[in-house]
Nanobody, 115 residues
Framework: QVQFVESGGGLVQPGGSLTLSCAVS????????MGWYRQAPGKQRELVAA???????NYADSVKGRFAISRDNAKNTVYLQMNSLVPEDTAVYYC?????????WGQGTQVTVSS
């Protein structure tokens, strides 16, 4: 059974930091590009950051310089380090392949940025 399990979300004050993790099981991990996506209330899901199998990264303009994506192929895990968080970062964050495979969407992890 293929699973993409996100964790690490929570409530954080503006300017704070969080690190999200996504553990992947049941499928090959290291040969695929991976992405972090988010969906805010009333908005479409969007790509936040992606990392290729070789470690090349790209980011949405809204998070450049604040977020960092990384991966550990030995642990089948992808991370998203989020710094200088702002209320507009509030959303449910998901991981998936990049481009995403619809059948692999998980439950996501809620990130709320509020004072």
């Amino acid at each position: 059974q293929v699973q993409f399990v996100e964790s690490g979300g929570g409530l954080v004050q503006p300017g704070g930091s969080l690190t999200l993790s996504c553990a992947v099981s049941g499928t090959i991990f290291n040969i695929y590009a991976m992405g972090w996506y988010r969906q805010a209330p009333g908005k479409q899901r969007e790509l936040v950051a992606a990392i290729t199998s070789r470690g090349y990264t790209n980011y949405a303009d809204s998070v450049k310089g604040r977020f960092a994506i990384s991966r550990d192929n030995a642990k089948n895990t992808v991370y998203l380090q989020m710094n200088s968080l702002v209320p507009e970062d509030t959303a449910v964050y998901y991981c998936n392949r990049s481009p995403p495979e619809p059948k692999y969407w998980g439950q996501g992890t809620q990130v709320t940025v509020s004072s």
